[in-house]
């Protein structure tokens, strides 16, 4: 098992920044890959960025130029550094941890508030 635990989110002005954090604990190696993910009210989730096991990363288009991933020395956190926000950006982001054969775990997701 493994537990993934958000945080990092708040309220800010729009062109400001944010550090969201995804800390993981448990089975941490049985993960292959962390995605954060975003859901704003009233639309579906949508995938951010991810990271492998190995540091590969990618990027959805909302999030490249503005947002960066990068992990922690000790490999069980991930960080998503948000910065030129939008109000667009406003949403619910949770981090999900993936296996090689294809169990999932999420977080309980942070909030993430920016106003214009």
Same mark, same amino acid.
Not at 54 to 73: E, I, P, V, W
Not at 88 to 114: H, I, L, M, R
């Given at each position: 098992? /493994?537990?993934? /635990? &958000?945080? @990092?989110? +708040?309220?800010?002005?729009? +062109?400001?920044?944010?550090?969201?954090?995804c800390e %993981?604990?448990?089975?941490?190696?049985?993960? !292959?890959?962390? $995605?954060?993910?975003?859901?704003?009210?009233? #639309?579906?989730? &949508?995938? /951010?960025?991810?990271?492998?096991?190995? @540091?590969? $990363?990618?990027?959805?288009?909302? !999030? #490249?130029?503005?947002?960066?991933?990068? $992990? @922690? *020395?000790? #490999? *069980?956190? /991930?960080?998503?550094q948000m *910065?030129?926000?939008?109000?667009?950006?406003?949403?619910?982001?949770?981090?999900? @941890? %993936?296996?090689?054969?294809? #169990? *999932?775990f999420w977080?309980? +997701?942070?909030?993430?508030?920016?106003?214009?």
């Amino acid at each position: 098992q /493994v537990q993934l /635990v &958000e945080s @990092g989110g +708040g309220l800010v002005q729009a +062109g400001g920044s944010l550090r969201l954090s995804c800390e %993981a604990s448990g089975d941490i190696f049985s993960i !292959a890959v962390i $995605r954060w993910y975003r859901q704003a009210p009233g #639309k579906q989730r &949508e995938l /951010v960025a991810s990271i492998t096991s190995t @540091g590969s $990363r990618s990027y959805a288009d909302l !999030a #490249k130029g503005r947002f960066t991933l990068s $992990r @922690g *020395n000790t #490999k *069980n956190t /991930v960080y998503l550094q948000m *910065n030129s926000l939008e109000p667009e950006d406003t949403a619910v982001y949770s981090c999900n @941890g %993936a296996t090689p054969f294809g #169990k *999932n775990f999420w977080g309980q +997701g942070t909030q993430v508030t920016v106003s214009s």
